[in-house]
C-alpha cells in the first residue's frame, strides 16, 4: 500500500495536472508528488498566550515532517482564549469553538485528500476540538500539545490566572487593597503557555498522553523550553512512520483506552470539563462510552497528585517529579491500567512504560506514594436526583464538607449572579442556582470560574453550593455541580426551583435533590414557558439548534 494513498487521488494521472501544477506554487516539485501529503493543523494566534508558541512548533513539525520523508501542508484553526473571555458574553464562544475546531481540521484534511495531520494546540478546546476531527475522520494523526506556562510568583507565592479571579473576590471583600490586586494581576501570567495548574488544557494534554495519542512527556513540557521544541518534530517523525504502517486513530481511540485517559485524569485531579469533551471524542470514534462510565473509573481511581487548583503544584512541577509517565506506570501495577493499548508510536502501553520507575521518587511531593493518596477515590463525581435525572458533574476535591442542604439563590444568568456576589448578597449555607447557561439556552454552556473563584476569595468555598447548567472553569474547586442536565431552556427541573427552596448537594451519596413535593412541581411545571432563543441567527443560533445534552457530550453531530 503507498504511503500517499489518499492523496495520490490528486497528485497521479494525467487529468489532475492542473492540481499539480497548483501545488508546485506552494512548494512541490516533480518528486514529490508520490510523497504523503501531511496536514500541519496549526492553531497559533496572539490571542492567548496558550496559542502564543505554537507557530515555532509548527514550523519544526512541518521540517521534520519534510525530512521524514513527507510533504507539509500548514493550515490555521481558531481558538477563544477562556481566561479573558471569561464572565463575557464572550465565553458563549469558548465550547463553540470546539465544535468550530473539529470542522476546520476535518474541512482541510478530507478537502486536500490528505495522507495525515498533525494537530497544535494550546488553549482548553483545541485538544478536543482536534481529537473529535481525528477520531471523526480516522486517518493516522497525532496531538501536540503547546505546553503549560510557567508559574508566576509573587510574595513567595505561585500564581497562575486562577489566583487572579480569586484575588478579584478577596478585594471584593475587603482582604486585600488596590496594590495587592494589581500586584498579583501583573505577575500571574510571565509568559507563553496553557494556565498552569492541572486545569483543562493540562488535564486534557494529559489524558491524550495516556490515551497514545501525543508522545510521553509531551503533556506536561513548558511551551517555552527547548524540549517543546524537539517534542514537536519527534512527534512528526513518528507520524510519518505511523501513514507507512496505517496505524489509525481508531486503532487507539477505544473504550479500554479511553478507560486510560481516564484513569489519568482522576489521578491526577484533572477538570470537570474532561467529561464533557470525552463524551464527545467517544462519539466521535465510535465507542460506547457514557456518563456513567465516569463514575465507574471515579470509584477505584485514587487522587494521586496535589495539583492546583485544589492543591499545592502546578503542572509544570508535575513534570520535573516524573510526568504523566509515572503516574501511568504506578496505575498499570495496580491493575487501573488497560497495558496491551496500541499507542500512535506502534508500541504498547506497557512497551512505553517498560523503563519508567515503579514508584515515584522520595525527594518530591507533586505525585503521592500509592499508599499515601491525596483521596483514596477519584474527585469527579456524577450526581443524580430529582434535579438532575440525566446526570451531573461535580469535583469534590479541595472542599471540607461534601454535603450542603440550604436555600436556593436563583439566578437566571452568570451576569446576575455574579452582581450578587459582588455586593455581598450570598450568605453562608446557600445554595447558588445559576440556570439558562446550557448548551441551548446560553447557548453555549459558559464556564462559571468568576462566580467560583469569588466566592472561594470571599471565604465562602466551604460554605456556599452553587449548581449551574453551565460549565465550570478547570480552575473551579468548592462545593460546586455543573453540566446538570436537562438544562433549564428545555424545561429540566432546574428551571423550576424558585427562591428559597430547599436543595440538598450530597457527593458521598451522589444525590441533587430539589427537596419540593412532587405535585407541587407538576404545578410548576404546567406554568412554565420556554423563554425566546437568545440568538436568532449566526453561529450560537446554529449551535442551539443542533448541541445535545450535556449528559451526552454537546455534540453537534
Not at 39 to 62: F, H, M, Q, R, W
Not at 264 to 282: C, K, P, W
Not at 519 to 542: F, H
Request: charged residues 20%.
Amino acid at each position: 500500500m503507498p504511503d500517499n494513498k489518499r492523496s495520490q487521488i490528486i497528485t497521479q494521472g494525467t487529468q489532475h495536472a492542473p492540481s499539480r501544477a497548483m501545488l508546485r506554487a506552494v512548494g512541490f516539485s516533480d518528486g514529490d508528488f508520490n510523497k504523503p501529503i501531511v496536514g500541519v493543523a496549526n492553531g497559533y494566534s496572539t490571542i492567548t498566550p496558550c496559542n502564543k508558541g505554537l507557530n515555532d512548533l509548527s514550523l519544526k513539525a512541518e521540517s521534520a515532517l519534510r525530512q521524514a520523508g513527507a510533504m507539509p501542508q500548514m493550515f490555521g484553526t481558531i481558538t477563544v482564549s477562556d481566561g479573558i473571555s471569561m464572565g463575557t458574553e464572550g465565553m458563549k464562544y469558548s465550547l463553540v469553538s470546539r465544535e468550530v475546531i473539529a470542522d476546520s481540521i476535518e474541512t482541510c484534511v478530507q478537502g486536500g485528500s490528505m495522507d495525515g495531520v498533525i494537530a497544535i494546540g494550546g488553549c482548553d478546546k483545541n485538544m478536543p476540538g482536534a481529537m473529535i476531527a481525528i477520531a471523526r475522520m480516522n486517518v493516522p494523526a497525532i496531538f501536540v500539545y503547546g505546553g503549560t506556562i510557567k508559574p508566576g510568583h509573587y510574595k513567595n507565592q505561585d500564581l497562575t490566572v486562577v489566583s487572579v479571579f480569586e484575588a478579584v473576590g478577596q478585594h471584593s471583600a475587603h482582604k486585600i487593597d488596590d496594590e495587592e490586586l494589581l500586584q498579583i494581576e501583573r505577575h500571574a501570567c510571565p509568559g507563553a503557555g496553557s494556565c498552569g495548574g492541572m486545569f483543562t488544557a493540562n488535564t486534557m494534554s494529559s489524558a491524550f498522553e495516556a490515551m497514545g495519542m501525543s508522545l510521553p512527556y509531551s503533556s506536561t513540557m513548558s511551551a517555552e523550553d527547548q524540549d517543546k521544541l524537539i517534542s514537536a518534530g519527534d512527534s512528526a517523525k513518528v507520524l510519518v512512520d505511523a501513514i507507512k504502517k496505517q496505524i489509525l486513530p481508531r486503532d487507539i481511540i477505544t473504550r479500554k483506552s479511553i478507560e486510560n485517559a481516564v484513569a489519568v485524569i482522576m489521578a491526577v485531579g484533572g477538570s470537570t470539563n474532561a467529561i464533557l469533551h470525552f463524551l464527545a471524542i467517544a462519539h466521535a470514534a465510535g465507542v460506547e462510552w457514557h456518563i456513567d462510565d465516569f463514575e465507574r473509573m471515579r470509584a477505584k481511581v485514587p487522587v494521586l497528585c496535589d495539583l492546583k487548583p485544589s492543591g499545592r503544584y502546578v503542572t509544570a512541577d508535575l513534570h520535573q517529579a516524573g510526568g504523566v509517565p509515572q503516574v501511568m506506570k504506578m496505575l498499570l501495577n495496580h491493575g487501573l491500567l488497560h497495558g496491551d493499548c496500541i499507542t500512535i508510536s506502534g508500541q504498547t502501553i506497557a512497551e512505553v512504560l517498560k523503563d519508567i520507575p515503579d514508584t515515584p521518587r522520595a525527594d518530591q511531593q507533586v505525585i503521592r506514594q500509592w499508599d499515601n493518596p491525596l483521596y483514596a477515590q477519584g474527585h469527579l463525581a456524577i450526581l443524580k436526583g430529582n434535579l438532575s435525572t440525566e446526570g451531573c458533574v461535580a469535583k469534590i476535591s479541595g472542599i471540607k464538607n461534601p454535603k450542603i442542604t440550604g436555600p436556593a439563590r436563583v439566578f437566571d444568568s452568570e451576569e446576575t449572579c455574579m452582581a450578587a456576589i459582588m455586593a455581598r448578597k450570598i450568605q453562608p449555607g446557600d445554595v447558588v442556582v445559576i440556570r439558562y447557561e446550557g448548551p441551548k439556552g446560553g447557548p453555549g454552556m459558559r464556564e462559571m470560574l468568576s462566580p467560583t473563584a469569588a466566592l472561594i476569595g470571599e471565604g465562602l468555598g466551604d460554605s456556599v453550593g452553587l449548581i449551574t447548567d453551565g460549565r465550570f472553569s478547570g480552575g473551579t474547586y468548592g462545593m460546586v455541580v455543573g453540566h446538570v442536565a436537562p438544562e433549564a431552556y428545555v424545561g429540566g427541573a432546574i428551571a423550576l426551583v424558585q427562591e428559597g427552596d430547599s436543595i440538598t448537594i450530597d457527593a458521598e451519596q451522589r444525590l441533587l435533590q430539589l427537596n419540593v413535593p412532587d405535585d407541587e412541581l407538576a404545578q410548576r411545571r404546567t406554568a412554565w414557558q420556554p423563554p425566546q432563543p437568545r440568538y436568532s441567527r449566526g453561529v450560537l443560533a446554529k449551535y442551539a439548534k443542533l448541541v445535545s445534552s450535556a449528559s451526552s457530550g454537546a455534540i453537534t453531530g
